[in-house]
């Protein structure tokens, strides 16, 4: 009778360090995954940031002609 018991404690000794396991590993792997995403996207160009403001309303559109025109100077001299 206890030696049977003593198999179902082993079982469910091993199962909890497997389950603890796996639970770790997924969430690193989980954690992975978003900053691999985050790199991806990359950083906004001063165009897009302009054209980010103004789709937002942060900026009147003669505010973006003068700036845009400002960026495009800027990258015609370089």
């Given amino acids: ?7 179902y404690m082993v079982g469910m000794h091993a199962f909890w360090w497997i389950f ?9 792997f989980s954690g ?9 996207r990359g950083r906004e160009t001063p165009h897009e940031v302009l054209r980010r403001r103004l789709a937002n309303g942060e900026i009147k559109p003669e505010e ?5 025109a400002l960026l495009d100077q ?4 370089k």
């Fill in 64 to 68: 973006y002609e003068q700036h845009k």
């Fill in 20 to 28: 603890w396991i796996i639970l770790i590993v997924s969430i690193l």
């Fill in 1 to 7: 009778m206890f030696q049977d018991y003593g198999y």
């Fill in 32 to 40: 992975r995954g978003r900053s691999e995403r985050r790199h991806d």
């Fill in 74 to 77: 800027d990258t015609v001299s």
